[in-house]
């Protein structure tokens, strides 16, 4: 299905946000059977000169399990290398291909690449126009307001509005905000009411009722949604029942419980270490343990733990109830 058709449907488009080493193929997969996303980004391909698209990235496009469209998200700046790989991911099957400019990692940005082109707006606009002249297909972008300041959004949006853009998705902070607190909705609604093509309102949308107010506070086509689907994957399901007017299904401990062992599962191969296993394990934790009851026990001795009995000894003894689970959490504080 095309960016195009997804988005002119009546309903908000709901997508997987692109997550370094988390959104992986058997993570979209997981996704996908708890209900799962609209439209689902890809881990960034981080482009130099002379690089091939890994391929382990690839196979979340070549063998999409989802049954829904996937976006193959580029990061970079050499103008040709990013061109070349645009058009070399086109021959896959993508919706479209994105371009990242929004990452606040160092290493990415202090080589003015994602949130660093920010800085240096006729890039972007040179970048843009590169970009858009060797996609044949559907071009995306995703941003974040500017590299310092919110006001550095009114210029930034002025260079999208030069391009034939097919979507473009908001994180409504600047770079040097990083995770912080405050999502600028005023910022992703003055894209919504400025733009000629679809905005993706993207921070902090935690919940079926956040999702509302985000929807309702930008104007935005669709919402995309990254640590809240770590932390919730009955989160997408929980949003189009909102939007139906259906009463929300709340998980249970054990439902959770579940969902764990089944990304460990998942996300784990066999041939990995047990250790190594558990350390990938402690990462989505730290997005799940947030949105659990006594959060700060569940992570203090999740973090301390090292094999795969005493892992799940410490979630079953969080976990095994029937007690419904929000999985909320307090927005600040964030990673
Ligand atoms: C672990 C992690 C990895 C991320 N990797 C990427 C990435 O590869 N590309 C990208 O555009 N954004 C990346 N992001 C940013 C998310 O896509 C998203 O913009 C951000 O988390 C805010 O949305 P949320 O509040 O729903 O999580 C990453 C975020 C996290 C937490």
């Known amino acids: 299905m095309s960016i195009q058709t997804l988005f002119s449907s009546a309903a908000p488009v709901l997508s997987l946000a692109p997550m370094q080493d988390v959104t992986d193929l058997p993570f979209w997969r997981l996704m996908a059977r708890y209900g799962g996303a609209d439209l689902y980004f890809t881990e960034f391909f981080r482009v130099t000169p002379h690089y091939h698209p890994e391929r382990s990235i690839l196979r979340s496009i070549t063998e999409n399990p989802t049954g829904r469209p996937a976006v193959a998200q580029i990061i970079g700046n050499d103008l040709e290398a990013m061109a070349r790989t645009a058009k070399a991911l086109e021959k896959h099957p993508v919706a479209a291909v994105d371009l990242n400019l929004g990452c606040p990692a160092p290493v990415v940005y202090r080589k003015c690449a994602g949130g660093g082109l920010l800085r240096d707006l006729p890039r972007v606009d040179e970048l843009l126009g590169v ?14 307001l500017g590299f310092a300041d919110p006001s550095e959004f009114d210029a930034l949006l002025e260079v999208f509005s030069k391009h034939k853009l097919d979507l473009l998705t908001v994180h409504g902070r600047t770079v040097a905000e990083k995770y ?25 949308v935690t919940s079926a009722e956040s999702a509302m107010e985000t929807l309702r506070a930008t104007g935005a086509a669709g919402l995309m949604i990254g640590r809240g689907a770590i932390r919730n994957p009955w989160i997408f399901q929980q949003i189009r029942d909102r939007l139906a007017g259906r009463d929300l299904k709340l998980p249970s401990g054990r439902d959770v419980l579940g969902y764990i062992v089944a990304l460990y599962e998942s996300a ?12 990938k394990m402690k990462k989505y934790m730290n997005f799940l343990g947030d949105g659990l009851e006594r959060s700060a026990e569940f992570l ?29 959490t307090a927005p600040a504080g964030q990673p």
């Open 180 to 204: 912080g607190p405050h999502v600028h909705l005023d910022r992703i609604a003055q894209a919504v009411r400025h733009l000629p093509f679809p905005v993706q309102a993207n921070g902090n």
């Open 131 to 144: 970009l858009r002249a060797a996609i044949t297909g559907s071009f995306t972008v995703k941003t974040r």
């Open 268 to 279: 784990c191969d066999a041939d990995v270490p047990e250790k190594a296993q558990v350390q």
């Open 300 to 328: 203090h001795d999740i973090r301390r733990c090292s094999t795969r009995i005493e892992f799940f000894a410490i979630c079953e003894s969080h976990l095994d109830h029937d007690r419904p689970m929000p999985l909320e």
